[in-house]
């Protein structure tokens, strides 16, 4: 079985019994030589058990686990175990552990959910869910898992992703739930569907017969028959009461009067009956109980360190033997606990004892824990020691591994654990705490803890102290992280010259001995350099991070980094670069068996945009659909509305307005600030774009003045998507002056710092304002060169998109060049003009195959002409200085081409498609 | 209920409870009856009512009644009689 703890560079100080122990959560647990087989029961079990959900819901006590344990290690069907406990309220632990239990009854899970699960805080636990489901529905299997005590779950998260689970179980997969109260999940409809069924205190409850059959056959316990009625009365047939009996009435004188004496009080049955046990027992059994009953679970050198003495190992074979409800929780005998009840009935004598005592025993647990890299459990003895000190200082030691493992709801339990005053008074703590604020997305709470770091820092004159984890830690440099968080914050709120100041303030916090800066460091520097236009550096800042992201086998990291290198290259006007970035991130993540990770979307949605580009419709749709599919399960919802930004192209290039603008408006709703436009943010100025282009120019320019947007503001590159708003607002309120002026200086910029998409776009843009401005030469040239520009590339759609005028000007492009012959324009091959007239000149003819309507060769254009002027072949012919059967052959093909029947059809259909005047 | 603010509830569980569980019961008082046990006091809010309610639970203790005590301070009560 995979290690479900599966480490990577900041790997879990591993420990023997750290792995001892993290097994036994998946053991089946033992079964007790004196157990009662009832076979009614078991046989109700392997029946329930063929319905999808089976609930075993039973105070303590009852023999539920001892129950489902003989019924799996019997059971000829597959069974996966894990012993839940409160540590697992974690969402990521939760699904890693069923994960695990899983694991052991149908093999393949985990390796394909583990990577999944490091990257899960970007995740919903939906998202796990769904590709646990998905996965687990691809190779269909029979197997059962059960979730032992299962009411220490308290999370919400848990609970949901739960419940989403039973929704949609798999078909083969039964799960059990057992614990002492019904989870609170919804199970009327499943039970209302018959895929629920129970077992529940009533039926584990023992008969007078069966007790009998216990007490007389199993224990050797001579009994009357009116005492083990009057037994299985007072107890309600309770297991743990006759064992309790049992225990209670070895030695005793008068065990018929002890019975009754026992039978015939009111006394709370556990603290009557534990309290004879104990007294039966010699002082030193007795104090040993007493001592580790503080102990969740032990092996014998813990006993020994708690109780200061060296015979644990001796001890627990006698309470083995002595069936004093000591449970073994793997097969070697080297960690067991104490039968909750038990333990419980002992805390509360041990309480009576002095206070210091009992902190001194959890103080020597929590030592003996830490030693042995137990830190979930030396925190939780830490704490009931009153030493805070100490748990705080494990907590720091264990952040690095806990954010690595994507368990942030664990790092934030801990850290509300401890006094705050404690955390305040480590700066890496309120670093910590920091991030994992940050990583849940509760931004109000992080600059505080900032400010609480520094000023810890400030406090302490002398150095903090190496962190455990290294140089490479997650809070390394306490400087240079917070200024760096700081920049992520500014990043959030959509403040791109704050980021900007404080990416590169946090450079220079860092020391020179860190060669290779720290991976937050280098985001948001990459980031910052992004933003400032700086293109050539930003290709290499992310390259590098996507880099990073490879070989550190993370998928997630490499996609999310390729996002950001993707835009950067399509703003260079590099759409081949792109393309293959994106398609390198999928290729990498499928390699590496990672297809469940869901940032793969951001993939998709990075394709589409590509291949809508160069009018690639069919493809780019797929690509979008999958893609926002997937990134709907993101917590960021910045994918998702680049996506539906996309569709909403997608819709309006063939023909769906409608649709179009209804899928941008969604896009539009699922940013958290429709108020942030920037780069990073485009689509509010997407959807302005998509107004003017619906001929919707009133509401386009109404955002344009909600924005503030002026002419005369000067120009940053963040901001560019509103100013070319603006500018198409101008142009399309007939003010083509104003448009080119303003045009003319968001081009110096974008031509000064390589950014190729934008000069595109805006000599596609002057070229109308020319043509408005009535300079029909001076547009065809411009147009002509920024065809130039586009086709190396294959853009068609920045062409496309501007409507009947551009149409009508590429037509008369196309006419000119064919005329005239060879300007600057015949670099460009005809096909590709045609390709662009056909996409700009109607929604529906972009979005058909061309194998509908062919590409006409250079000569066949030339026919056409003459077609159109009603030449005949032989005159044809004679012009073209060719045969006739020649000009016979260009003819029917051009008729074909043109999904003609005729001569005179054809001509028609190429004056529809503007391909003659 | 204001959830975050501490009332006097009254719990009666079957079984008659020796006063050592009253710091099991983290500091309300236990009162033992002739065949019930009482164990009333201050909880401190809504969380804290549940995870006295789990403990109960968790012992096997059978639950027979809880009542949320009205508060005897002047400003929240009403006109008495």
Known sequence: ?917 | MKEDVPANYLLRVEGVLDLRWAAWFEGLTVTPGETETTISGSIRDAAALYGILAKVRDLGLTLVEVRRIQPSHPSEGRDTR
């Open chain 1, 1 to 917: 079985m995979t290690d479900p703890y599966d480490s990577h560079r900041h790997g879990p100080s591993s420990s023997p019994e750290r792995d001892a122990l993290l097994a036994t959560k998946f053991h089946i647990p033992q079964l007790h030589s004196d157990l009662l087989t009832r076979p009614r029961l078991l046989d109700q079990l392997e029946q329930a058990v063929a319905y999808g959900l089976l609930l075993v819901s039973a105070p303590a006590g009852f023999g539920k686990s001892s129950l489902l344990a003989e019924w799996a290690r019997n059971s000829d069907r597959p069974v996966g175990w894990v012993s839940l406990d409160v540590d697992d309220n974690d969402p990521v632990r939760f699904w890693r552990c069923v994960a695990a239990a899983i694991e052991q009854a149908r093999a393949g899970l985990e390796e394909k959910i583990l990577p999944l699960l490091r990257a899960a805080d970007q995740l919903a636990p939906e998202a796990i869910v769904t590709a646990m489901v998905n996965e687990l529905a691809a190779r269909p299997a029979e197997f059962t898992v059960v979730l032992d005590d299962y009411h220490v779950i308290e999370s919400q998260a848990v609970q949901r992703s739960l419940a989403f689970l039973l929704e949609h179980l798999p078909p083969g997969m039964h799960v059990v739930i057992a614990g002492r109260s019904d989870p609170p999940i919804p199970l009327a409809r499943m039970r209302a569907r018959g895929q629920l069924a129970e077992v529940r205190a009533h039926d584990l409850r023992f008969s007078p017969q069966e007790a009998a059959v216990l007490l007389r056959e199993r224990w050797r316990l001579r009994l009357s028959e009116a005492s083990i009625s009057a037994l299985d009365d007072r107890t309600e047939g309770w297991v743990t009461g006759f064992q309790l009996v049992a225990l209670a009435v070895q030695g005793q004188a008068d065990p018929t009067g002890f019975i009754k004496e026992f039978t015939g009080s009111n006394r709370f049955v556990l603290d009557y009956l534990t309290e004879e046990v104990l007294e039966r027992q010699p002082a030193y059994i007795r104090s040993f109980l007493l001592e580790t009953s503080m102990l969740e679970r032990f092996t014998a050198a813990l006993c020994d360190a708690v109780t200061g003495r060296s015979d644990g190992r001796q001890m627990l074979e006698v309470l083995d033997q002595a069936n004093l409800f000591l449970v073994a929780l793997d097969d070697e005998r080297r960690w067991y606990r104490y039968h909750h009840l038990f333990a419980d009935a002992l805390r509360t004598r041990l309480r009576q004892a002095s206070s210091e005592r009992v902190a001194e025993l959890h103080r020597r647990a929590a030592a003996w824990c830490r030693d042995h890299g137990l830190v979930h459990d030396a925190l939780r003895y830490s704490m009931a020691a009153n030493e805070p000190n100490w748990a705080a200082e494990l907590v720091e030691d264990s952040v690095d591994e806990i954010l690595g493992l994507g368990e942030g709801a664990t790092l934030r339990a801990w850290l509300s654990a401890l006094p705050e005053a404690v955390v305040r008074s480590r700066p890496r703590l309120c670093l910590a705490q920091a991030i994992a604020a940050f990583n849940a997305g509760r931004l109000d709470e992080v600059e505080p803890l900032l400010g609480a770091a520094e000023h810890g820092l400030n406090v302490r004159h002398d150095r903090l102290p190496a962190p455990h984890a290294g140089d490479q830690g997650a809070l390394a440099n306490v400087p240079a992280l917070v200024t760096n968080l700081r920049a992520s914050l500014a990043w959030a709120r959509g403040d791109i010259e704050e980021t900007i100041r404080l990416a590169q303030e946090a450079r220079t916090r860092l020391s020179e001995d860190e060669r290779d800066p720290l991976l937050p460091v280098q985001w948001n520097l990459a980031l910052a350099v992004w933003m400032q236009g700086h293109m050539v550096d930003a290709e290499r800042a992310f390259a590098e991070i996507v880099k990073i992201g490879r070989s550190a086998g993370s998928s997630h990291l490499a996609l999310s980094a390729g996002v950001f290198l993707g835009r950067v290259q399509r703003s260079q006007g590099k759409l081949g670069a792109a393309l293959r970035t994106h398609q390198d991130g999928l290729d990498f993540a499928s390699r590496s068996g990672h297809p469940a990770v869901v940032t793969i979307g951001t993939a998709h949605i990075g394709l589409a945009g590509v291949h809508y580009e160069r009018n690639q419709l069919d493809k780019a749709l797929r690509h979008v659909e999958e893609g926002i599919a997937l990134c709907r399960q993101l917590t960021s919802s910045q994918p998702l509305a680049s996506g539906l930004a996309t569709l909403a192209w997608i819709r309006q290039a063939t023909g769906d307005s409608d649709g179009a603008i209804e899928a941008m408006e969604e896009a539009c709703r699922v940013l958290p600030s429709r108020d942030v436009v920037s780069l990073y943010h485009p689509v509010p100025a997407d959807r302005a774009r998509l107004l003017v282009a619906r001929g919707d120019v009133a509401a386009a320019a109404g955002w344009v003045q909600e924005r503030g947007l002026q002419e005369t503001d000067e120009l940053r590159y963040t901001r560019e998507p509103e100013y070319l708003v603006l500018a198409r607002v101008l142009l399309a309120r007939e003010a083509p002056d104003r448009a080119s002026n303003l045009l003319e200086r968001i081009g110096a910029l974008a031509e000064a710092q390589g950014r190729s998409a934008s000069v595109l776009e805006i000599s596609v843009l002057r070229a109308l304002g020319l043509h408005a401005m009535g300079d029909r030469s001076g547009a065809l040239d411009t147009l002509a060169r920024a065809l130039a520009l586009g086709y190396p590339e294959g853009y068609i759609r920045i062409f496309a998109d501007e409507g009947p005028t551009m149409a009508s000007l590429l037509g008369a492009l196309i006419r000119t060049t064919r005329k005239a012959g060879p300007p600057g324009a015949a670099q460009v091959p005809v096909d590709y003009l045609g390709r662009v007239l056909r996409a700009a000149r109607s929604p529906h003819a972009g979005a058909r195959s061309t194998a509908m309507v062919e590409v006409l060769t250079e000569r066949e254009f030339e026919v056409l002409g003459m077609l159109a002027a009603g030449k005949r072949n032989r005159e044809i012919a004679d012009e073209l200085v060719v045969t006739l059967d020649t000009v016979k052959k260009h003819v029917t093909h051009t008729i074909e081409k043109l999904g003609a029947a005729s001569r005179t059809e054809a001509v028609a259909r190429a004056k529809q498609l503007g391909l003659l005047e």
